[in-house]
């Protein structure tokens, strides 16, 4: 697992964490959520603060609990987002500590360290955070480390041995050697390559049949469909079809 260091996705967690509940606490719970949108903005919040509680108690119990249903979940009024949220995000970076971070414990890919669900939640706050900026028109800040990290965390998943025995259709992203590349206006891109045995990916700036280019935020944002391929803050060359296939079939 190529990954941040524990204390800085600790830390991490605590921004972006902060950062949804600054943008959220000021939202129409009913308001829907643009980018999510079965999901009104109270369900979203609900969302992350269910999800930071199940990863804590997983950790202590070293088994899951069956998995949470954000319609389920109670964020409580609006006045109170801000201190469940970061409350929540307290309790999986504890989880973590009191385990150790080092340590094996059950994961939808198998037995990984305790420091892939600290990873696993700062990204989905992370994403989950530009959902709610955009939902309420507040700002979104993300480090570029930490932008870097979501879209490593997700090539790592879809190349994951077992990763297709959890979501079928990423059989779809098998090819023939097709080489995607996606370059930041800073620092290492990446090269994803579709062979016949599955997705393989790595740091470089090589040729590629398409390329994605722009701030790391924007390629994350991209990556996770929060922005279209032809929003102007990225530029797109080559063949943008292999670009919207990859894209169509890469979540999980």
Known sequence: METLETARMAEGLREQTAGLARVAAGGDPDTQVPTCPEWPLRTLVGHIGQAHRWVAELLRKGEPAGVPDPWQADPGAPAGWVEWLNDGAEQVIGAVQEVGADTEVWTFLG??????????????????????????????????????????????????????????????????????????????????????????????????????????????????????????????????????????????
């Open 111 to 252: 037995p990984r360290p305790a420091a892939f669900w600290l990873r696993r939640m700062l990204n989905d706050t992370a994403v989950h955070h530009y959902d709610a900026a955009v939902t309420t028109g507040g700002g979104f800040e993300i480090a570029d480390d930490l932008a870097a990290n979501v879209i490593v965390e997700g090539l790592e998943m879809l190349a994951a041995p077992g990763a297709e025995a959890v979501r079928p259709a990423l059989v779809e992203l098998r090819g023939n050697g097709e080489r995607l590349g996606l370059r930041p206006d800073r620092g290492d891109g990446w090269v994803i390559t579709r062979s016949p045995q599955g997705m393989r990916w790595e740091h470089g700036a090589v040729e590629a049949d398409v390329m994605l280019s722009g701030a790391v935020t924007y390629l994350m944002l991209v990556c996770n469909r929060r922005i279209p391929l032809d929003d102007d803050r990225v530029t797109i060359t080559g063949d943008r079809a292999l670009m919207e296939h990859w894209l169509t079939h890469m979540a999980i």
